[in-house]
Every structure is written in structure tokens, then in C-alpha cells.
T-cell receptor
Framework: GQQLNQSPQSMFIQEGEDVSMNCTSS?????WLWYKQDPGEGPVLLIA?????ELTSNGRLTAQFGTTRKDSFLNISASIPSDVGIYFC?????????????FGGGTRLMVKP | GAVVSQHPSRVICKSGTSVKIECRSL??????MFWYRQFPKQSLMLMAT?????????EQGVEKDKFLINHASLTLSTLTVTSAHPEDSSFYIC????????????FGDGTRLSIL
């Protein structure tokens, strides 16, 4: 199935560093979502973006909905060990029956204490 | 709010067994539920969309007779993997959403299916 282009695929950083990841698409989305998945668990919603250009924060997390509606980024500031996990972006189109999502390939984040 | 419960969390069974996985929305009515499959180190791949009271819509390449979906109530959808084989071993995840709203999908904790 279709996937969004998410990069980087993995990151290994030092605790305290900032992290940035992004997703791009050739198609327009009306909503961008960012999820985090821990091993053996389902994805947990971090941030939802509903308007082009929207910049939203959730604690140390900041995400933006690109003005072209074809991209989004997620920043994590001052990373901590519990930030370890896989981060997925997901796009949603308003005319999709049933609120379907298209997922990025994921960014695996590893944090060294 | 928006809690989705999935059961069981892990299943190990012999080849040829049929396995049923339940997905429940605990504090909201989910007119639509989704079933995903995730292989190791890969993203979530949508298998089917389940609407309450109607037949599920399957994605291309997903066998509807192999993966039976029932969404009999606004809080429960089930996925049955019939006559499971080792290649069906995977992480199955459900999600739920209220139709017509802006609310994003909320996911269950997944079911790790291992077929011996």
C-alpha cells in the first residue's frame, strides 16, 4: 500500500540532544498525525495537525503541518531515554471513506544516556 | 478518553488453528474500526476497514475469507484469522474512530500472533 516518505529511518543520539524528523508526500493531506510506538504495543497519538501551516506543541514535542499540505515535521527537544521508540507520521484525506490513514515508514529513535 | 482495548495480547498456536482477536472501544462508540498488520521493523499496513452493521472493506491483496471481520456493535470488532499458517505470524493492531468527526484514530495495544 501507499506510504509516506519518512526520514530519517533511524537516529542514535545523545541524551539532551534535539531530534527532528519529517514526512513528505506527493499527495495533499487534510490532517497530519504523529504517533509513537513502543516495542510490543500499539501506536500512541502524540500530535494532530488539522490546518496547513499549523504549528502545535505537546511538551517537548513540536510538529508542523506544511503549507503545501504535502509535508510535516516533528521535533523533540532535550531528548530523554524514554523518548526511545518508533515514531510514525500519518496523513489523512478528507474524502477518504472511513477516515483512512496513510503511514510513513517510521523513524526509530535510540537515545544514549 | 478514547481508549481502545485489544485482546488477546499474544497468541501462540499450531498451524491450522483459527484465531479470534477482539477490539473494543471502551469509552466511546466507534462506528468505524480498522485492522492493521505490522511485520518486524516495518510500518502499519491497513488490512481492512470495518463499519458497524455492514461488511468490511478489504485492502487489495487481503483475503476476506482468510481474515474474517465482524463489527456487530458500536464498541466491538473482531478479526478471525482462519486456518492460520506460519506466514500469518505478525503483529495485528486495531484502531477505532467516530465517523464524521475530526477525531484521529486511536489504537489498541496489538496482538502478537505466532503460528508454529
Amino acid at each position: 500500500g501507499q506510504q509516506l516518505n519518512q526520514s530519517p529511518q533511524s537516529m542514535f543520539i545523545q541524551e539532551g540532544e534535539d531530534v527532528s524528523m519529517n514526512c513528505t508526500s506527493s499527495s495533499i493531506f487534510n490532517t497530519w498525525l504523529w504517533y509513537k510506538q513502543d516495542p510490543g504495543e500499539g501506536p500512541v497519538l502524540l500530535i494532530a495537525l488539522y490546518k496547513a501551516g499549523e504549528l502545535t506543541s505537546n511538551g517537548r514535542l513540536t510538529a508542523q503541518f506544511g503549507t503545501t499540505r504535502k509535508d510535516s515535521f516533528l521535533n523533540i527537544s532535550a531528548s530523554i531515554p524514554s523518548d526511545v521508540g518508533i515514531y510514525f507520521c500519518a496523513g489523512r484525506r478528507i474524502n477518504n471513506a472511513g477516515n483512512m490513514l496513510t503511514f510513513g515508514g517510521g523513524t526509530r529513535l535510540m537515545v544514549k544516556p | 478518553g478514547a481508549v481502545v482495548s485489544q485482546h488477546p495480547s499474544r497468541v501462540i498456536c499450531k498451524s491450522g488453528t483459527s484465531v479470534k482477536i477482539e477490539c473494543r472501544s471502551l469509552d466511546f462508540q466507534a462506528t468505524t474500526m480498522f485492522w492493521y498488520r505490522q511485520f518486524p521493523k516495518q510500518s502499519l499496513m491497513l488490512m481492512a476497514t470495518s463499519n458497524e452493521g455492514s461488511k468490511a472493506t478489504y485492502e487489495q491483496g487481503v483475503e476476506k475469507d482468510k481474515f474474517l471481520i465482524n463489527h456487530a456493535s458500536l464498541t466491538l470488532s473482531t478479526l478471525t484469522v482462519t486456518s492460520a499458517h506460519p506466514e500469518d505470524s505478525s503483529f495485528y493492531i486495531c484502531s477505532a474512530v467516530v465517523m464524521g468527526g475530526e477525531q484521529p484514530q486511536h489504537f489498541g495495544d496489538g496482538t502478537r500472533l505466532s503460528i508454529l
